[in-house]
């Protein structure tokens, strides 16, 4: 049974507005709040795929159709997304019930479900502002998320955050006015239609504003300074609730931007020139770094830098690779982040060189840990290494070389600082005077869920790729996301 | 060198900026085609409510305040959080002189009824809930400076708000109920300018007003104790 998919931005609101009250009777209940809630949300994306494949679902609010009200366009991307963000959501939700101990919990529950609300508004809404709403939404519980441990330095990372996406915000807001005033709509369909007639100096300026205000929360480079601190100062379930879900939302919206409402030719060699130098900027920063979760950032940008590539190629195949790339991280990022977070948690240190010999001590963690690795480097059986075959043999196939043989240079990066701290994991000796504590069972089974999905999408990609060429054919071809929107008038 | 390309980039950047904002239409009549014109035209007859900013805010674009009413509980949920100290706070300020505590003291109840006026005549007179909420705020912004041991209680203004937030959604959904669309207005439209018109305006802006002088207190208050 299908309800109205405007449900899953309504009931997560409603959900937390309710917690505060619902704190009072009773202390315990918060905490399953968001699985029950995220898991609604899984399970309405799950039912809309079929009716999305198909044809757009568009979904009125308030009774005015498109371009006077506002409206859900649920095409086949973002659907997937909405899918996606779910399924993070729902993983990590289930995760925090052990894990969040931090007072006061139940803001943090809070916290955590509008941020996932956001991110789904961002992917589902048909409207340029309501998009911008939701960003908002998911950005600023994305700063108090970031400050949540209420340290120092977790002040000063979100801080950073709020600046810079503070800034972001404003460009997004100037974009969304100047594009308001030429075209007198904010229907992103209608937008579309209408931003031909628009002096390009003036679309230019629009896009300008859009690209960097967007970039920030997709980890563009040189917008994505604030990442590295967030993603290492927050608490771990948010590390991988920024890398499987925020930044998803973001790439959405530059995407968006770029292939629906502006026509600018250029505008995809300068993504792929940016994605090669986010690419390469951060796999040899990663390679620097000392700390596990500030590694982890870093390879989750160089990740991003890589589905701007593919992006950047604006052919169905290139697309689709990025998509694929997209669901890939949204798996494995998460995956890696969280069994970090419990590998800190028993050596009580954050640097790499005090996980020694960890594989030994906690063999499940350790292999989770290392199954993330390697299907993020591209092992062949797993699911990383289809997506990675489909950008590098695209980008050849379409005669850019040299961007090819850079990608391939970053991912051989990318292999060794992964490896290194596999390595350690398994090949160190440890000392054995660590007190000794225990995963909780609800760490493992959320791990584990992706773990399964990870190795089906690895075995059976032609699983996935089914739902990502329609996903891919709404971006590459605009005119059927335009008329699937002015269809039903 | 670095500063200098960034003043160089910034520059650039602001004069194209310039530019396009020097050409921007201002003043000219452009409102009349397109989506404004046909706001302009038929809110009245269609939505019930007088104010067609308000109807705009509240109906067509309603989706749009209710993540707006969301971001403003955001920020109060997450600056909560983050001051959060498990022990009772103080304000550190003395007691004002005696005319300013008298004077808050006539001018409260009045500051009061006036958020209270601006929030149930959003859909009447220029105003409404996010206004009438920030001016109630500001009527007890006037007790917190007046007197040092004036206390809100937390437990009061948090229920306040999250009914408030529940009622929004709920009238919402009640859209859904009725077999129309989320948001729709599914009650009787009224009579314009009369109070009880506009369907679900008045009600939802109510709900609006009543969340924002909550979040607002509260959050006037946490950050007004400093010490322990």
New interface residues.
Partial sequence: MMFDPVLMIALPLLAAFLIPVINRFSKAIPKYIPVVVIGFNLYESIMLLPYSMVKPVIVIIAGWQPPLGINLTIGPLGNILALMISLVGFVVAIYNIKFVTEEPTEKYYMLFLLIITGATGVVLTGDLFNMFVFLEITSISAYALTAFIRDRNGAEAAFKYLLIGGIASTMILLGIAIIYTYTGTLNLADIAQKMQYVDPKIALAAMVLLIVGFGVEAELFPLNGWAPDAYSQAPTPVGAVFGGIVVKAGVYGLARMIYTIFNFEGVFYFLMIMGLITLLMAEMSAMRQSQIKRMLAFSSIGQMGLVFIAFGLATQRGVEGALFQMLNHALLKPLLFLSAGYLVYYSGSKNIEDLDGMGRRKPFLAFFFAFGAFAIMGLPPLNGFWSKMIIISETIRNGFVIVAAFVLAGSVIEAVYYLRVVGRLYFKKHDDNQQEKYVHGSAIFAMSILVILAIVIGLYPDLVMQYLKPAAEELVNKSLYIQSVFAIN | MRKILAVFFIGV?GY??LA?LM???FGID?LN????G??LKDTVSKTGAVNVVTSIIV??????T???V??L???A??????L?D?KTMNRSRQNASVIVKAGSRLLFPLIIILGAYVFIHGHLTPGGGFQGGAIIASGFLLMFISYRNYHVSH?IL??V???A??VF??L??L??LYG??????IMPLGIPNKLFSGGLIPLIYIAVGFKVGAELTALLDTMLKTVK
């Fill in positions: 950047f194209y900026m396009i050409d921007f239409p452009h085609p397109g989506l404004a046909a706001y109906n067509y674009r309603g989706f749009d209710l993540g707006e969301t971001v509980f955001l920020a949920t997450g600056m909560s959080a983050l959060y498990g437990r948090s229920n708000e999250s009914t937030g529940s959604v709920v919402g959904l859209g859904l129309a669309t989320f948001l729709e207005n």
